[in-house]
């Protein structure tokens, strides 16, 4: 999913359907739908929709959609554990803010090896996952299995030449990649900087929470290296499976590092640092290669022409193209190709999996099995939440799911460009980062010295010192 215009969103994906407007939050029982009205900058439930907060002729404005959105995104970025799933919607999103078009997606390619084997393979799996036809994903699998197939059948000849497809491919893959990230790079100084603006208040509205809570978790399936450019210029730090300074080593023993510091003339026990998230790159990146036995991370600078000279590093052991993390690209057996996947997945079960966890995702189109059973899981506990943020639904994937699911108290969805648009979002819905304290402070200080509040505090403006993730069901 990506942040378009509608006309062009249609053209992007190859597909005329479109969901518009739908918004469930709080007591909604049932997604609501609204369209445009025909005064500029108002809105108006579709036809047969329903609303305890509008009526069917009544019209309403981003102010009234705000004060309906934001103390109720409030309330769940405070519960007790909260986690992010980002997917390529951001990467879209950002891109086309700072360039006004759409990032490279994974289109098919053609291989000309076992072509049309390859070709129906990827097929069946992208209709078992719902996909209209196979991507580039679905054709990497396919092939990676072929692959290993033929090097038991002892198909040496055959085999050199695939694998040398391969490598061809991730090739371009990752050049497209960095494509992206060039595009962003060097864009309009105004435009680029307006892009990354709206990326850190985006990633600092999530990663902005009191103290005493869980660290955020920000998990993506995006390849490119857009989340990691965001945090350094938010001054996020992000703690990974990886350690190391110079090429920094994936490891599977998770310490429970974090972050703490000492206040000056104070004792007891440390306290976080703010500005901290754990963060997991589910489907691997461009900058990630397997060196023998081990997932390195090189120093590969953001929007970099290629990777190819980057992989002759002497620790890498002449490392080509089809060395590349990206998932679900495989080595050359069962437990390499498993890893380190398999270890990021159950990160993610471990994060959102747990009492009082809020999981929000946005540009996700749940297209991932994987991931979506993780989230089917989470919602069997009756404190999870998840909140769905998608600027469209062309494939009615997302609202298929959530029909599935049958957990309609447990799930919010934002869905449509309204709702969210990348800058409409962080200026319009998402809370304001670290404010809600001061904010509910400065009310009760009103209080009693004028005995009335200016504004009816909202419920969301007691979550930083009151409220508990429990009280959201």
Not at 38 to 44: L, M
Not at 198 to 208: D, G, H, I, R
Not at 221 to 237: F, Q, V
Request: aromatic share 8%; with cysteine; charged share 25%.
């Amino acid at each position: 999913m990506s942040d378009l215009p509608h006309d062009q969103q249609t053209s992007a994906t190859g597909s005329g359907k479109y969901s518009g407007n739908t918004l469930k939050v709080r007591d909604d029982y049932h997604p609501v739908r609204f369209e445009a009205a025909t005064e500029e900058g108002k809105f108006k439930l579709c036809e047969g929709a329903e609303a305890s907060w509008a009526t069917k002729d009544q019209t309403f404005g981003l102010k009234e959609l705000r004060s309906r959105v934001e103390p109720w995104l409030t309330a769940l970025f405070q519960s007790e554990h909260l986690s992010l799933l980002a997917g390529s919607g951001l990467t879209h999103a950002v891109h086309y803010l700072a360039t006004g078009k759409a990032a490279a997606g994974m289109s098919a390619v053609m291989l000309s090896s076992y072509q049309a084997e390859i070709k129906k393979a990827a097929e069946d799996a992208a209709e078992k996952a719902g996909r209209e036809k196979g991507n580039l994903e679905d054709q990497l699998h396919a092939a990676n299995e072929l692959l290993r197939g033929l090097e038991i059948l002892g198909k040496s000849a055959e085999a050199e030449t695939l694998r040398t497809e391969l490598t061809n491919t991730l090739k371009e893959f990752s050049k497209s990649i960095l494509q992206g990230e060039t595009g962003i790079a060097t864009a309009a100084e105004d435009k680029r900087e307006h892009a990354f603006n709206a990326l850190v208040t985006f990633l600092m509205s999530f990663a902005s929470r009191t103290g005493v809570r869980d660290r955020m978790n920000i998990f993506t399936t995006n390849y490119d290296r857009l989340i990691e450019a965001g945090a350094e210029l938010a001054g996020l730090h992000l703690l990974d499976r990886f350690l190391g300074n110079l090429m920094p080593i994936f490891r599977s023993s998770r310490l429970d590092l974090d972050m703490h510091y000492n206040p000056p003339g104070i004792r007891g026990e440390p306290r976080y640092l703010e500005g901290v998230a754990r963060f997991t790159k589910l489907h691997g990146s461009v900058d990630w290669v397997q060196a023998d036995k081990d997932i390195r991370r090189i120093g590969l600078p953001f929007g970099a022409d290629e990777v190819g000279p980057y992989l002759k590093a002497p620790g890498l052991n002449g490392a080509s193209a089809h060395k590349l993390m990206i998932y679900p690209n495989a080595a050359k057996d069962r437990e390499t190709s498993d890893y380190p996947y398999v270890e990021l997945f159950r990160d993610l079960a471990a994060a959102v999996c747990r009492p009082n966890s809020t999981l929000i995702t946005y540009g996700y189109s749940f297209g991932d099995e994987h991931i979506n059973r993780v989230i089917r899981d989470m919602l069997t506990i009756p404190s999870t939440h998840l909140v769905v943020i998608a600027y469209d639904d062309p494939l009615g994937r997302i609202l298929q799911t959530y029909e599935e699911l049958g957990r309609p108290s447990q799930i919010s969805l934002m869905i449509g460009p309204v709702l969210a648009d990348l800058q409409t979002l962080t200026e319009t819905f998402l809370p304001k980062a670290a404010i809600d304290k001061t904010t509910f402070r400065m009310s009760e200080l009103l209080k009693q010295r004028y005995g009335t509040e200016p504004h009816p505090a909202p419920v969301a403006e007691k979550t930083a010192t009151e409220f508990d993730g429990a009280d959201l069901i």
